[in-house]
């Protein structure tokens, strides 16, 4: 059973850099999967952020794209993810998870089959 | 302001059908597949359907989704007081090259 676990601080101040990683257990980093993070406002709805592949391939989601690092560590079996120049906007539950990425027919199949219990970090000084 | 729109809310009585809609464009539900997550009240969201119409193991057969054109819909029959949650749909779109979900739909077993 795969499991995904979250780190980092809880509370970053504004304009600064928050910094999560995510512990993969029960499966390898470098399997046929991509890894992905997906953040969750106090009282609102999903927003992806974006994923990377064992190889070191990453998409990003085009509105937060000019702020976010996605990196993995194939060693530590762990990805991890920056978020630069923050604000309170981007306080929020932030999850880590595992995807099912393939092209069937030119139609692309992406999902979430696995996540992580999400962790809250909230921006304020 | 998501890229799929769902209602806010809906709700039913125990033993009940209801469905939740969501709409989209041509870029995302119209072109790629859709699928349906369920949020349990404190955790993390859970996939209910896959490739617009397909349960993944452990999912029962009361939950069916469907799609027509640049819209789709979850259907849950038989509703009981453990499907209250908050229910997602998600699709890739291709003109932001990612994948987008909606808005969210409270569901209420009355």
């Known amino acids: ?125 | 302001q998501s890229v799929l729109t769902q209602p806010p809310s809906a709700s039913g009585t125990p033993g009940q059908r209801v469905t939740i809609s969501c709409s989209g464009s041509s870029s995302n539900i119209g072109s790629n597949y859709v699928y349906w997550y369920q949020q349990l009240p404190g955790t993390a969201p859970k996939l209910l359907i896959y490739s617009n119409n397909q349960r993944p193991s452990g999912v029962p057969d009361r939950f069916s989704g469907s799609k027509s054109g640049t819209s789709a819909s979850l259907a849950i029959s038989g509703l009981r007081s453990e499907d209250e949650a908050d229910y997602y749909c998600a699709a890739w779109d291709d003109s932001l090259s990612g994948l987008v979900f909606g808005g969210g739909t409270k569901l209420t077993v009355l």
């Open chain 1, 1 to 125: 059973q795969v499991q995904l676990q979250e780190s980092g601080p809880g509370l970053v101040k504004p304009s600064g850099t928050l910094s999560l990683t995510c512990a993969v257990s029960g499966g390898s980093i470098s399997s046929s999967n991509w890894w992905s993070w997906v953040r969750q406002p106090p009282g609102k709805g999903l927003e992806w952020i974006g994923e990377i592949y064992h190889s070191g391939s990453t998409n990003y989601n085009p509105s937060l794209k000019s702020r976010v690092t996605i990196s993995v560590d194939k060693s530590k079996n762990q990805f991890s993810l920056k978020l630069s120049s923050v604000t309170a906007a981007d306080t929020a539950v932030y999850y880590c998870a595992r995807a099912w990425k393939v092209v069937v027919a030119a139609t692309p199949i992406f999902f979430f089959d696995y996540w992580g219990q999400g962790t809250l970090v909230t921006v304020s000084s």
